[in-house]
């Protein structure tokens, strides 16, 4: 025999309605002036309706949050500049753009002391937008355009960080200075850095940079 299932299936249209108040609520009032009264009302529920979908407030912020900050499609050009530059533009854009101002250092604060919690935060909003960037400096290192001994997950961590810190710190960090970023670090780890300049210039370019 089947398991029986106890309770109504849950309605996707509440989620849905839920997730969007969330985010709206992040938008007006910020971390600190978040209410789940403010979103039960703007979503035309109820409370006891929103614990049973996300029993902790962060886990409900989470996935808000997931819902406008997409994760990033894997660069493929066959330019290992521009895919960099295009992985750094859509990472920043995902962060500093789409993603409510002044969330994510709050919610990384209030996460970190709960080891679940924590793995959550990363695993959902974290990993995918990283993965990106990782996946095309990979294929950089299948090309051999990079200098051999580097650890190429720390040269993701130096691409991502600088955009992290943008979203955490609401430092200067804008899309348009992607391309200068992706040179810096490539004119330290690159073989060929010119001849990486040269295929770009002869590639067509998804990215925003005029090189």
């Avoid at 109504?8 to 997730?19: G, K, Y």
């Avoid at 609401?170 to 060929?192: K, W």
Wanted: glycine share 6%; net charge neutral.
């Amino acid at each position: 025999m089947g398991r029986r299932v106890v309770g109504r299936p849950r309605d996707p249209a509440i989620d849905r309605a839920i997730l969007d108040a969330t985010v709206a609520v992040l938008r007006e009032h910020g971390y600190t002036g978040f209410s789940l009264e403010a979103v039960v009302n703007r979503a035309g529920t109820t409370k006891p309706s929103v614990s049973r979908r996300w029993p902790r407030r962060q886990e409900l912020i989470i996935a808000a949050l997931v819902t406008v900050v997409v994760t990033p499609p894997v660069p493929d050009s066959g330019c290992t500049r521009c895919d960099l530059i295009s992985g750094v533009e859509l990472l920043a854009a995902a962060l500093l753009r789409r993603m409510p101002p002044g969330v994510l250092a709050p919610l990384v604060a209030d996460c970190a002391a709960d080891p679940e919690l924590h793995r959550h935060l990363v695993d959902s909003l974290i990993k995918p937008v990283r993965g990106a960037v990782a996946a095309t400096v990979q294929r950089a290192v299948e090309r051999g355009h990079l200098r051999a001994g580097y650890d190429a997950e720390l040269v993701v961590d130096l691409l991502v960080s600088v955009v992290f810190q943008a979203s955490v710190f609401e430092s200067r960090f804008t899309v348009d200075l992607a391309a200068n970023f992706v040179d810096m670090i490539l004119q330290g780890i690159a073989v060929d850095f010119d001849e990486l300049v040269e295929i770009s210039r002869r590639t067509p370019k998804p990215h925003r940079h005029d090189t």
